[in-house]
């Protein structure tokens, strides 16, 4: 490329990059990318096609600089250029990875064009000059027919139709998250832990210019912001302890808080406070007291009167309703009500003049969803767009709520997208990226290996090994959902194993011989064990109501938790097929039997939600395999623990493995991570190695459409 064409925009996509300027944008927003990785990128479209090797690159952009580790270096850069792009290392559509030789850039180009006007004809040279005084409209009247029908399509189609596009909105170092926008949708409200990425707190930002001023300075983190109708407040959440919030708001330009109330708050409380129109109502979503499912309430601004709007179910696993939304008239109220374990729906309920439910809350549909993320009104009042799905893969639908019809994907907004909100004819939504990988420690040498990489923000999560420790079974989304993966044990040769693509999934396990997988997922809005064969297939359904499943170690029976009986208990099924029998009285979850197949381990937790994920507080039981008295093994345990012929391992915290003897009772130091696992860990049946999923990075955009209706 020569230094005339440098000096232009060199296209490709959405996207422009300015060589001159060191700008890159995307659809003519500008997107915030560091000098290096601009510079490898630079580098890799001036020779599109080609190979530029790891050395030239280090060489051009790192040459002279006395600084750690250039492959490092390189490596943090062409993951913030994917980053930027929205590309993956996995199906790339610009910057492909030639494994130990360099990269690629293989989008279509187009490049800028410098070139000189053509010379004229002679008979053209003679006419210049010559005054033709209606010359000009000869080529408009060719064209009027074309522009006359252009206009009227463009006039007629709806405007909704059109292609949308979402184009980042905050992107700034940290995480951003808790979107509100102003009554004229020209100002943006949103929680930010900032430049240091020290403190959360509410900051305010003029959209399409300014720099972002902090409205808040309090010790404890905001949510579930809500800008008031009237302009005069945002109302939010600041948690205060355990189950305790404070109702609070503060003025958008800044100023004296103004603590409204404090609330009981449960696990999903804090992502959904609404006023209505006229600014006299705020709801949010509470509990009277323990062991209850939280409920939509509303707070009058006027007299402090705190009104109940809905009545959920009351049982073992019911979280109950949040993400309340009041629609732009005020008369009816959109929420999520989660009725069993990931088992989600939106819900409207109508409301009279002066706030009272008229009549039952109505479900729209019998589409269920892992979990809700946020609820909005589109204008108009006819429709909502929620965000929903598995806990890793969320998206954005959209939902008419006289309920018939089905809902309908946003094409717009990008995946693992929540907390939609929607003002005038602005959308705003978070879009939230979580790169976890699976790393192995060799318990041996103490040698660390990072083995699965997911190279963009994918996860890549609870491991098992199979039990000849060959290879290993994972969760992953780097097919854009939650899906269960197997590799070998070294992290090579992945295979895609199930494609439900959506639904909530759970851990995997192996059978004794190795040949099949057992899992729980909600495909059909229910909880249900199912078994693949490990090299792929259909999945075959086991269990209904039945989570995290385990095989007995003869392979006869598959143990799995289910709440069928009133409560969380224990039980198993014939892995033939057959009549489940209940194992355990007193409560239980993640069954997984000893290694000599004698005894039952199994976590209990003392929250009145046991369906969630092991806790630090969970305690740790066994019992004999035939039925006997229970004994704690354990008081506290963290996220999972794994059984082999030498013991039980164990987190006592997020960080440090340990094993103990249960003949001994002695109980050693396996390993300190130092990073926080996700989701689980195991350990290879010979105990040499232990495999776990690490946050390696984490970041947040806020994301606008604009023109959305």
Not at 15 to 32: A, C, D, M, T
Not at 94 to 104: Q, V
Not at 391 to 416: H, N, Q, Y
Not at 693 to 706: A, K, N, P, T
Request: some cysteine.
């Amino acid at each position: 490329m020569s230094q005339a064409q440098k000096t232009g925009v060199i296209r490709f996509g959405v996207f422009e990059v300015e060589p001159g300027s060191g700008i890159l944008r995307k659809q003519g927003v500008r997107i915030r990318l560091q000098e290096q990785p601009f510079q490898v990128l630079l580098t890799l479209v001036e020779r599109p096609g080609e190979i530029v090797t790891r050395e030239e690159l280090k060489q051009k952009i790192w040459a002279g600089v006395e600084f750690g580790d250039c492959d490092h270096s390189l490596n943090i850069a062409v993951n913030k250029i994917r980053e930027a792009l929205r590309d993956s290392a996995e199906t790339p559509r610009y910057i492909e990875t030639l494994p130990r030789r360099g990269y690629r850039f293989i989008g279509p180009l187009e490049m800028p064009l410098r070139s000189e006007p053509a010379p004229l004809s002679p008979g053209a040279q003679a006419a210049v000059g010559q005054p033709r005084q209606w010359q000009w409209l000869w080529p408009l009247a060719a064209i009027a027919p074309m522009l006359a029908l252009a206009l009227v399509w463009w006039l007629r189609e709806p405007r909704g139709a059109r292609e949308l596009r979402a184009i980042p909105l905050a992107s700034y170092p940290g995480y951003q998250s808790s979107p509100a926008l102003s009554p004229d949708a020209k100002r943006l409200a949103f929680v930010w832990n900032g430049d240091t990425q020290d403190s959360f707190q509410i900051y305010v930002v003029e959209i399409g210019e300014g720099t972002p001023v902090r409205i808040t300075n309090h010790a404890g983190s905001p949510s579930s912001l809500a800008w008031s109708p009237d302009d005069r407040y945002i109302a939010f959440l600041r948690k205060v302890e355990g189950e305790r919030a404070d109702l609070v708001l503060v003025p958008p330009f800044g100023g004296p808080e103004r603590k409204l109330a404090e609330i009981s708050i449960g696990e999903l409380s804090l992502c959904c406070l609404s006023w209505t129109p006229d600014t006299r109502w705020l709801a949010f979503s509470a509990h009277n007291s323990p062991g209850e499912p939280d409920s939509i309430w509303a707070f009058s601004m006027e007299t402090g009167e705190r009104r109940r709007l809905t009545f959920p179910r009351v049982s073992a696993d019911a979280m109950g309703d949040w993400n309340a939304s009041f629609s732009p008239d005020g008369r009816m109220l959109a929420f999520g009500r989660e009725e069993k374990s990931f088992v989600s729906y939106p819900w409207v309920l109508s409301l009279s003049s002066d706030l009272r439910p008229e009549g039952e809350p109505r479900r729209l549909g019998d589409r269920s969803y892992a979990r809700l993320g946020g609820i909005a009104w589109v204008p108009g009042g006819r429709e909502i767009v929620f965000g929903a799905g598995a806990a890793l893969a969320k998206l954005l639908w959209r939902l008419d709520v006289s309920g018939r019809s089905d809902p309908l994907r946003l094409p717009c907004a990008t995946e693992d997208a929540s907390q939609p909100v929607i003002v005038g004819h602005r959308l705003v939504y978070l879009w939230y990226r979580r790169e976890v990988n699976l790393w192995r420690l060799d318990t041996h040498t103490g040698e660390r290996k990072l083995l699965i990489h997911s190279g963009s923000a994918r996860e890549h999560r609870i491991p098992q090994y199979s039990p000849d420790g060959r290879r290993i079974a994972f969760q992953s989304t780097r097919s854009g959902n939650i899906e269960i993966w197997r590799c070998d044990a070294d992290g090579s040769n992945c295979l895609q194993l199930t494609s439900f693509r959506g639904p909530q999934l759970g851990r995997p396990r192996w059978s004794p011989d190795g040949q099949s997988i057992t899992f729980d997922c909600r495909a059909n809005g229910e909880p249900g064990a199912y078994v693949v064969a490990a090299d792929g297939g259909r999945p075959r359904l086991l269990a209904s109501d039945a989570t995290v499943p385990s095989w007995s170690r003869d392979g006869r029976w598959i143990y799995f938790a289910s709440s069928r009986s009133g409560s969380l208990q224990i039980w198993k099924t014939p892995a033939a097929g057959g009549t489940a029998v209940q194992v355990t009285r007193n409560g239980g979850r993640n069954p997984i039997e000893s290694a000599d197949g004698k005894y039952l381990y199994y976590n209990r937790s003392p929250f009145r939600y046991e369906r969630f994920p092991p806790s630090v507080v969970d305690s740790l039981l066994r019992m004999p395999v035939g039925g006997g008295e229970e004994v704690e093994v354990i008081p506290h345990v963290y996220c999972c623990f794994n059984v082999t012929a030498r013991g039980v391992y164990f987190m006592p915290d997020p960080y440090t493995i340990r094993l103990l003897d249960p003949g001994s009772g002695t109980v050693t130091t396996v390993a300190t991570l130092g990073q926080n696992v996700l989701g689980a860990f195991c350990v290879s049946p010979d105990d040499r190695f232990v495999v776990w999923g690490q946050e390696d990075r984490r970041s947040s955009e806020l994301m606008l459409v604009d023109d959305f209706q």
